[in-house]
């Protein structure tokens, strides 16, 4: 396949994209034809068919790739990484790039793990983050034993923190740079809410 058919269909698909995230946001996941799709961007529907099967195909597309994306960049997370960041003040670069590759896909997000969106998917992301926080944890200190509390507690707190900072920070209309996000998490991580908040460290 030539370069120019290449970009054709890389923006065939970007048009596509765009237009069902538009109709999500405006009448959620539900109800969303190709017809609906093929209107809004004014492409003809047998164009729509060589990329995908139905709506539902496109939409399953579109979340495995965002998914796989955000995985592939949280298993490059390294704990003692991030608390040598925290010691320095400064935000832990592998947190800035998950930030900045939610930012990148930011309409499709806000939609999915908004009130119209897929809860389901959501919690794909949840799982993600338990998933990966156990394992780095489990790593690091395998038995446990001089923990404060316990491991799957832990875990729980970690995982809900980190899904409600990126929610609250969509909420709030991404007003901070991933850089900043970036930075905020690492404190947060690396010293707790309790330091982070100005509390504790010097009472």
Partial sequence: MSDSMDRRK??????????????????????ITVTDITNWADIN??????????????????KDEAFEQVRSLIQQLDIMELIECGRSDQ???????????????????????GPKGDLAYMNQYKELMKTQIF?????WKPNGDSSLVPLDYL?????SANL???????????????????LIMTRIVSQGPIVSLGLGEND
């Fill in 135 to 139: 394992k780095k944890l489990n790593y």
């Fill in 45 to 62: 529907r047998g164009t729509f068919y060589l990329h995908y099967r139905d709506v539902a195909d496109m939409l399953e597309q579109l």
């Fill in 164 to 182: 409600g900072v990126l929610l609250h920070w969509f909420e709030t209309g991404m007003k901070k740079s991933p850089h900043e996000i970036g």
């Fill in 155 to 159: 875990i729980a707190y970690m995982t």
């Fill in 10 to 31: 890389a923006r065939t698909k970007q048009s596509l994209y765009k237009a069902l995230i538009e109709l999500m946001e405006k009448k959620g996941l539900d109800g």
């Fill in 91 to 113: 935000p832990y670069q592998k947190l800035v790039a998950i930030f900045e590759e939610f930012a990148r896909n930011c309409n499709f997000f806000k939609v999915m793990f």
